[in-house]
Every structure is written in structure tokens, then in C-alpha cells.
């Protein structure tokens, strides 16, 4: 008989694994903030703000390629990171923020990560060696796919690090 893994209520977890947590979801929350704001700021009649911008399309630089055609658009300008990119850390948002309304994490089984793994490779691998063209709903859902694959571990990582997974 298949044995079903029990939830881990956060109010079992270490108070200090609960802060690791609520503060991975303020800091995604913070970035995304960046990326979605970067582009306003940049546009901005203020010198302050302007300048703002462009320290968040240079901070970011070194993270994403930055490329226009890859990326999304907002007030005529790209975001400081590419669709998927964008689309990554946003599930890891949704996915956490999910974990932290719930108040509850069961791992999940194996095959979800295998699945989730053969459809990102599915939509990536194909673009990268030429077969497809580069399309941005394409980059958006890769992304989405890898956030909750991402997340989805690290927060397994966490959550139950120091715990017997077996029993």
C-alpha cells in the first residue's frame, strides 16, 4: 500500500526555518518589484528615480542577457530580465507564497519533478539548438515550469532538511 506523505504544519517547523521562509518571500517579492518597476522608473521625469532604474537594469545585468526580443515589454521599455527569467521568479513567489497562506508543505512525489523537468527541457532544449524559434509564451511558460520546480525543492530543502523523510 502506497503510504502518502504527511503535511508539516509550519507551526511543527523551527521558528527560525518559518522566518527562512517568510523572509525568501520578501526578498522574491522585493525583486519582482524591481524587474516590474525598472522599466517606470527608468521612464520617469524624476533624475532620482531615473537613476534608480538604471541601477536596477545594471544590478541585474549580470543575472539575465537582457535581451529586448526575449523579454517583456512595459511603458515602451524591456524589463531588466528576460521573460523567463521574469516568469521564474514569479512562480517561486507563487509557489511560496502559497506554502506560507497554507501553512502547511507535503513533499511531492518524485515523478512531479520529472515531469516538471522534461517539459522545461521540452520547451528549452529545442530553442537552444536551433530547432525552434525563440517565442516569448514559450520563455514565459518554460520559466513558469522551472519557478515551481525551483522553489518547489528549495522550499523541500528547508522545510524538511532535518527531518527523516522515510518516517
Not at 497554507?102 to 523537468?117: D, G, H, I, M, Q
Not at 524559434?133 to 525551483?150: C, T
Request: charged content about 15%; some cysteine; proline content about 5%.
Amino acid at each position: 500500500m502506497k503510504q502518502r506523505n504527511k503535511a508539516v504544519c509550519w507551526a511543527e517547523t523551527e521558528p527560525l526555518l518559518r522566518k527562512v521562509v517568510l523572509a525568501g518571500f520578501v526578498l522574491l517579492t522585493l525583486w519582482l518589484a524591481a524587474i516590474v518597476l525598472a522599466p517606470l522608473f527608468v521612464s520617469a521625469q524624476s533624475t532620482a528615480l531615473n537613476m534608480l532604474g538604471s541601477a536596477i537594469y545594471f544590478f541585474m545585468d549580470p543575472v539575465c542577457h537582457q535581451l529586448p526580443a526575449r523579454s517583456l515589454f512595459e511603458n515602451g521599455l524591456p524589463m531588466p530580465v528576460c521573460a523567463r527569467c521574469f516568469a521564474i521568479y514569479l512562480s517561486g513567489m507563487v509557489v511560496v507564497g502559497f506554502a506560507i497562506v497554507k501553512k502547511a508543505f507535503y513533499l511531492w512525489p518524485a515523478r512531479w519533478y520529472v515531469f516538471l523537468t522534461i517539459a522545461a527541457a521540452s520547451m528549452i532544449v529545442p530553442e537552444k539548438v536551433g530547432w525552434m524559434d525563440d517565442y516569448l509564451e514559450v520563455r514565459l511558460l518554460a520559466g513558469a515550469l522551472l519557478g515551481v520546480l525551483i522553489f518547489r525543492l528549495l522550499l523541500e530543502a528547508v522545510v524538511y532538511g532535518k527531518r527523516n523523510v522515510n518516517g
